[in-house]
């Protein structure tokens, strides 16, 4: 752990987990491979430097087994994702793993989130939304978070593993306390609780597995089943098979709430542009695009290096820690006009880093964009005008180096 008398970098202040753009921006133009003093960690702010490192898993590698904390420590430091992991378990996961593993595993989970798959989930995913917003309240007050954001996705999740939707608020907490965990700001006396509930957590998906691995049938048209049978194949093995199942109940259900609540909230703060998309529905899934970009669901996902090199004008020792920052690429003044604004009219939509990008582009991203192109369809036709409780603010955000995920939504909705 690095001296106290270690300045803690901005990284962490309560300003920046709220509002990262200044800090980025200011990191761009002046220090884009910025070292987080005593860490050996870099954070990496520019859209070519992060293409750079995407494109070159071989010398920047996606098995990070340490990620960067606080918490009540005086100066941050790199820890593990769990107390005691052994490096092998915490790079066994499709979204730790290089080539050739990563291939392998990311083969297995795409026949569950092939384009048919996810087209035929669509009306249901309507039907969820619908009936979420049938619950706005008689005073037009709505939680856009706690009453769709997170439940749908979930919801949906669920159905992907091929669990009943009664699972979806356990699954929920799991994945939640999975994240918290390696956010950088947990205090010691919560670090256990949470490593319990992760574990606890995935009973459910255990149980489930383990009696399709005895010949139930139940599960054999979701994720559980084709993991299953990809381990009886010989593709993967058993913690192959854990790691996948694991990553899509975390990141399946963080990345679409993160994704719904961002494009509601840019809504909220906009009437004119709640007028265009509902003149214009076309839109929305530009739209979408628009709100991935100016304001992702992850903050960052980790690197590191297997030999020394040169990134930029900064020298990284063989073992450096990378934190690619996908918010602040998406917001380069070299690769985008006025790209603090929501523009539907930008050329070229997806063109943008929100889902990560190359090999590692999120697996899940076409079902985050349908949901999310659902969600704001469905909140627009049900709706006249769509406005923030003033009476509920300030928005927050929960406290996390990885995930940018608002704690409520509070909206007052004039219903159509």
């Not at 856009?144 to 608020?169: F, K, N, T, Y």
């Not at 009219?345 to 990560?356: E, L, Q, S, T, Y």
Request: proline share 8%; charged share 25%; glycine share 6%.
């Amino acid at each position: 752990m690095a001296p106290n008398d270690v300045a803690v970098d901005e990284l962490f202040s309560p300003g920046t987990v709220e509002d990262p753009y200044s800090y980025y921006q200011d990191l761009r133009r002046h220090d884009p491979v910025h070292e987080i003093a005593g860490t050996c960690t870099f954070v990496v702010t520019r859209m070519d430097l992060v293409h750079e490192v995407v494109a070159d898993p071989g010398t920047y590698s996606s098995a990070a087994s340490a990620y960067l904390h606080l918490g009540d420590w005086p100066a941050p430091a790199l820890r593990p994702p769990m107390t005691d992991m052994p490096d092998d378990v915490a790079g066994s996961a499709v979204a730790t793993t290089d080539p050739p593993d990563h291939g392998r595993q990311r083969k297995v989970v795409t026949r569950r989130l092939s384009t048919a798959n996810i087209q035929a989930m669509e009306p249901d995913v309507r039907t969820l939304a619908d009936l979420a917003l049938r619950d706005v309240g008689p005073d037009g007050r709505f939680d856009w978070m706690s009453q769709l954001a997170e439940p749908l996705p979930m919801v949906v999740v669920a159905r992907i593993l091929g669990l009943p939707d009664e699972l979806a608020p356990a699954l929920k907490k799991q994945g939640y306390a999975m994240v918290e965990r390696v956010s950088g700001f947990v205090p010691e006396d919560r670090i256990q609780p949470l490593e319990d509930e992760g574990v606890n957590g995935l009973t459910p998906v255990i149980e489930a597995y383990l009696q399709a691995k005895d010949g139930a049938t139940a599960y054999e048209n979701g994720l559980i089943g084709i993991v299953k049978q990809a381990v009886d194949d010989g593709e993967i093995d058993d913690l192959e098979a854990f790691g996948i199942l694991s990553v899509i109940i975390a990141a399946g259900g963080e990345s679409t709430t993160s994704l719904i609540g961002t494009a509601a909230r840019l809504l909220a703060e906009d009437e004119g542009l709640q007028n265009t998309l509902r003149s214009e529905p076309t839109r929305i899934a530009t739209f979408v695009e628009e709100a991935l970009r100016v304001d992702p669901p992850f903050r960052g996902h980790y690197r590191v290096t297997t030999r020394d090199v040169q990134l930029g004008d900064t020298q990284l020792p063989a073992g450096s820690h990378l934190l690619l920052a996908w918010p602040a690429a998406n917001r380069d003044e070299a690769v985008y006009d006025a790209p603090d604004e929501v523009r539907l009219d930008r050329p070229r939509a997806r063109n943008h880093v929100g889902f990560g990008w190359g090999i590692h582009l999120c697996v899940g991203a076409p079902l985050a964009r349908m949901e999310a192109k659902v969600a704001i369809e469905t909140l627009l036709a049900r709706t006249t005008r769509i406005r923030l409780d003033t009476d509920r603010l300030p928005l927050r955000y929960h406290p996390s180096l990885l995930v940018r995920r608002l704690e409520s939504l509070p909206l007052l909705l004039d219903l159509a």
